[in-house]
């Protein structure tokens, strides 16, 4: 097997330890996509549930519990691109096994990752958590979209319903509630764009299996995968 540090072109045959090696990388990568999607889908079906707990509460008397609102709805858009940021991650690496096995065996065998860039968006491109520029169209990038406007329009519903509280209970109150909500929000949001938009977080992984089995984020016809 190749050392660490040592550039592999990719061509040379697996032994057969070394295939039981990858392929359990492999099964380990996938199961690894699979847990986190379903984490991702749960902490929302959870957080939404909660949202509207807290709304209930506030509504039938417990309205200082409005409070907790929008910090709420920015920690779950926060910790549900965390989540989504592993699924990204087990993607990226499965890919890369599939090219190398792929080109082992010298067909086209694997193909899982292809549909996944196809169907789903490119591994490899920029994108905003689940919506892909390059698959617009794909009902993830749809559910992001929708689940992201949604979230705005409650987070901007629940801002003007606990600031305006707080204003009424004290100006002093209201002020250091906006500065702690705004410093939280602006701090969150601004973590995002900058790690989808202008970090190498993602690309690192990349350059690690791209260097150390000799394969691209480069489907044969030329388009990213």
Same mark, same amino acid.
């Given at each position: 097997?190749?050392?660490?540090?040592?550039?592999?072109?990719?061509?040379?045959?697996?032994?057969s *330890?070394?295939?039981?090696?990858?392929?359990?990388?492999?099964?380990?990568?996938?199961?690894? #996509?699979?847990?986190?999607?379903?984490?991702?889908?749960?902490?929302?079906y959870?957080?939404?549930?909660?949202?509207?707990?807290?709304?209930?509460?506030?509504?039938?008397?417990?309205?200082?519990?409005?409070?907790?609102?929008?910090?709420?709805?920015?920690?779950?858009?926060?910790?549900?691109?965390?989540?989504?940021?592993?699924? !990204?991650?087990?993607? !990226?690496?499965? !890919?890369?096994?599939?090219?190398?096995?792929?080109?082992? /065996?010298?067909?086209?065998?694997?193909?899982?990752?292809? $549909? *996944?860039?196809?169907?789903?968006?490119?591994?490899?491109?920029?994108?905003?958590?689940?919506?892909s520029? @390059?698959?617009?169209?794909?009902?993830?990038?749809?559910?992001? $979209?929708?689940?992201?406007?949604?979230?705005?329009?409650?987070y #901007? +519903? $629940?801002?003007?319903?606990? +600031?305006?509280?707080?204003? @009424?209970? @004290?100006?002093?109150? =209201?002020?250091?509630?906006?500065? =702690?909500? =705004?410093?939280?929000?602006?701090?969150?949001?601004?973590y #995002?764009?900058?790690?989808?938009?202008?970090? @190498? /977080?993602?690309?690192?992984?990349?350059?690690?299996?791209?260097?150390?089995?000799?394969?691209?984020?480069? =489907?044969?016809?030329?388009?990213?995968?």
């Amino acid at each position: 097997m190749e050392k660490a540090g040592i550039v592999n072109d990719g061509n040379e045959q697996l032994s057969s *330890e070394e295939l039981r090696l990858i392929e359990a990388q492999l099964g380990r990568m996938r199961g690894m #996509l699979y847990h986190y999607y379903d984490q991702f889908y749960r902490f929302l079906y959870i957080s939404i549930f909660i949202l509207f707990a807290l709304i209930v509460v506030a509504l039938a008397g417990v309205e200082r519990s409005i409070f907790l609102g929008p910090f709420f709805v920015v920690y779950v858009g926060f910790h549900s691109s965390y989540l989504f940021s592993y699924v !990204t991650f087990a993607r !990226t690496y499965a !890919t890369a096994i599939e090219r190398r096995l792929n080109r082992h /065996y010298g067909k086209d065998l694997l193909i899982a990752h292809e $549909l *996944e860039a196809a169907y789903i968006f490119p591994i490899s491109k920029r994108r905003f958590v689940a919506f892909s520029p @390059d698959n617009r169209g794909s009902f993830l990038s749809a559910e992001t $979209l929708q689940f992201t406007v949604g979230g705005a329009i409650l987070y #901007l +519903v $629940l801002c003007v319903w606990s +600031v305006r509280l707080a204003w @009424d209970i @004290d100006v002093m109150w =209201g002020v250091i509630y906006l500065i =702690g909500l =705004g410093l939280w929000s602006a701090g969150s949001l601004g973590y #995002l764009m900058w790690y989808y938009f202008v970090s @190498d /977080y993602e690309r690192r992984p990349r350059e690690i299996v791209e260097a150390r089995y000799g394969i691209t984020y480069v =489907g044969d016809d030329g388009n990213a995968i």
